[in-house]
């Protein structure tokens, strides 16, 4: 995927975020695993929220993953089913997603993807942020290599037109001229 397809695909995924109803905060966030893995994504809730938010106050959530800048999956809450594994903790307070990996702690995330990170579809894509590790599952498969500690923070980008930052510059195409 070039870069200006890319940023065509966040302008959208921003706009959709942005287009949820009047009266919500909508903030997007980069993680970055081993390997290679990132992954970028969006969460909105109520303007009155405080405190922790979780699965059942998000109005709006939505993650991608990359490998190498190429897309390996996507999966948004309205995708969910019955059986998705779907706890999610944010601190509104913090601006931060809590990690730690101890669900009685309020300090686990499975978003698709539980704590096997083996469950997240065929095709499909999901996090988990554990007690072991954050990582992710790709089509149905538990990804090793793209985990980091469990306490990795896990906060709001400044730019969410970029959550993760911009491109590298050894990734922009530029024309080179000889004298």
Do not use: K
Request: proline fraction near 7%.
């Amino acid at each position: 995927m070039n870069s200006d397809t890319l940023a065509m695909f966040r302008c959208a995924l921003l706009a959709a975020a942005l287009a949820s109803p009047a009266h919500a905060v909508t903030h997007a966030f980069c993680w970055t695993g081993s390997a290679d893995y990132r992954m970028e994504g969006f969460i909105t809730y109520p303007d009155t929220a405080t405190g922790i938010v979780t699965e059942n106050d998000v109005t709006g959530f939505s993650i991608t993953g990359y490998r190498d800048d190429r897309i390996v999956g996507r999966w948004s809450m309205a995708e969910r089913e019955p059986d998705t594994s779907w706890t999610l903790r944010f601190d509104t307070e913090t601006l931060s997603f809590p990690t730690g990996g101890y669900y009685e702690d309020g300090t686990y995330q499975e978003w698709n993807a539980d704590g096997t990170a083996t469950n997240c579809g065929e095709p499909g894509f999901g996090f988990n942020g554990g007690n072991r590790a954050q990582d992710v599952c790709v089509d149905g498969v538990f990804v090793e290599e793209s985990g980091v500690s469990p306490d990795t923070p896990l906060g709001i980008s400044p730019d969410p037109a970029n959550p993760c930052g911009p491109l590298p510059m050894s990734s922009l195409t530029v024309p080179r001229h000889r004298a």
